[in-house]
């Protein structure tokens, strides 16, 4: 069987290793924070090893609703053959037929499945809005109950960020990721380009540790803050021709 191309992480060296960032839009960032999560990339490296089939394809299916992804794909897979694709939403099938339509999915400790009743729609023309408010409310109980589960976790204000400041995180990540501590950061070249001519490399350092945990936090499901941004698309665009696959 002939191996799929894989593109390995860079080390943050040198900016020709994230070509076309300029144009990334936000699915890409967002993919790019996801591949550098540690668990995401041994759990793509467990799935390598499965020989079954079955089996292979059952683990991609769980890895892929772990992740908030729409299909799986390894976490070194080109983006220039399948775009990166997120789903924080997932309807059950359209009916083919009149009657009762039987569909079952598994559902994680952080998803709720409300189930729509559209015959008020057929009748009255407010009636979609009406139940999506009673879902609004219904959504943010059992946020409230997930907060419960998870109460280290917090809102990430950096999904705001623009295309700069991602770049700038994944090199940091990237160089962290290959030993470089934060005073090793501050000597190198690329790292000038963010910083104040003449600054102490001890500030520094501070100043990049802080933005390494900023940083790894987007890694840490994070990125879903990018994908699902109101602002996402303002911000972040895709490219007209990429628009339809959306």
Known sequence: MKKSQRIPLPDGASIDDYKGWEEWDYRRWAWEYLRRNLSFRAACAEVSAIKNSAERLARKAEIAQRFMLKRYRDCDAPCETQKPAFQAIKP?????????????????????????????????????????????????????????????????????????????????????????????????????????????????????????????????????AIFSSPKRLERMPVRPKEQDSK
């Open 92 to 224: 059950s099938p359209l009916p083919q037929s009149i009657g009762a339509t039987e569909w079952s999915t598994a559902l994680r400790h952080d998803q709720v499945a409300i189930v729509f009743n559209l015959r008020p729609a057929l009748h009255a023309k407010n009636a979609i809005g009406a139940m999506v408010a009673n879902a609004e409310k219904c959504l943010q109980k059992y946020l409230e109950n997930l907060k419960g589960f998870e109460k280290d976790c917090k809102q990430h204000p950096q999904s705001q960020l623009g295309r700069k400041q991602h770049l700038r995180n994944l090199r940091l990540l990237d160089a962290t990721a290959v030993g470089h501590d934060p005073i090793d950061i501050a000597r190198l070249p690329w790292w000038r380009e963010y910083t104040e001519k003449g600054q102490l490399k001890t500030l520094e350092a501070d100043a990049i540790r802080k933005a390494v945990r900023s940083a790894r936090d987007l890694t840490e499901f994070g990125y879903t």
